[in-house]
T-cell receptor, first 112, second 113 residues
Framework: GDSVTQMEGPVTLSEEACLTINCTYTATGYPSLFWYVQYPGEGLQLLLKATKADDKGSNKGFEATYRKETTSFHLEKGSVQVSDSAVYFCALNSNSGYALNFGKGTSLLVTP | GAGVSQSPSNKVTEKGKDVELRCDPI?????LYWYRQSLGQGLEFLIY????????KSGLPSDRFSAERTGGSVSTLTIQRTQQEDSAVYLC???????????FGSGTRLTVV
């Protein structure tokens, strides 16, 4: 079945460091891919998405490119801020239905 | 409403009691989902409703769990004879299509003592 694998955290970075959170997926066909973010004490929010191969989703300085050849959707940011501290979830939606499959989440802590 | 509303935000119940969790999705969203988020376990899919179609119940962990959606809008997740392992945050989300992504509610934190 469809699945998503994320790098395990926690990830601790200093402010202004570069961030990469790896995400790979297994799915038949051409799924849509998403990154969600959960700030402390809050619900999940959609951060960015890509619906077809080679699409790049971007938002708030974060980017992720849908790579079908490597079945990956890594999340990147060139310079993180303390306010980026949160848990990040990679997810996919297969073509066969609406339900999203989520990875286990990666906790990010950015220190001043 | 403007967002997905869940109630209550917190619920403490005694082991063996039944609980009902409510979700009010975004108006016009045809799909509604329930997920469970346990500490260190990520998001576990429970059930989803799509329009008037039969719900996908494949994620419900046991027959103590059930959900309904009345009039294609509000949904209630019921857990009967609660157990301590049911303690988690129960998240509801809704969406209008497959590619737009979900809008999540803030969740109900259930604690079974």
């Amino acid at each position: 079945g469809d699945s998503v694998t994320q790098m395990e955290g926690p990830v601790t970075l200093s402010e202004e460091a570069c961030l990469t959170i790896n995400c790979t997926y297994t799915a038949t066909g051409y799924p849509s891919l998403f990154w969600y973010v959960q700030y402390p004490g809050e619900g999940l929010q959609l951060l960015l998405k890509a619906t077809k191969a080679d699409d790049k989703g971007s938002n708030k300085g974060f980017e992720a490119t849908y790579r079908k050849e490597t079945t990956s959707f890594h999340l990147e940011k060139g310079s993180v801020q303390v306010s980026d501290s949160a848990v990040y979830f990679c997810a996919l939606n297969s073509n066969s239905g609406y339900a999203l499959n989520f990875g286990k989440g990666t906790s990010l802590l950015v220190t001043p | 409403g403007a967002g997905v509303s869940q109630s209550p935000s917190n619920k403490v119940t005694e082991k063996g009691k039944d609980v009902e969790l409510r979700c009010d999705p975004i108006s016009g969203h045809t799909a509604l989902y329930w997920y469970r988020q346990s500490l260190g376990q990520g998001l576990e899919f429970l059930i989803y409703f799509q329009g008037n179609s039969a719900p996908d119940k494949s994620g419900l962990p046991s027959d103590r769990f059930s959900a309904e959606r009345t009039g294609g809008s509000v949904s209630t997740l019921t857990i009967q004879r609660t157990q301590q392992e049911d303690s988690a945050v129960y998240l509801c989300a809704s969406s209008s299509d497959r590619v737009g992504g979900y809008t999540f509610g803030s969740g109900t934190r259930l604690t079974v003592v």
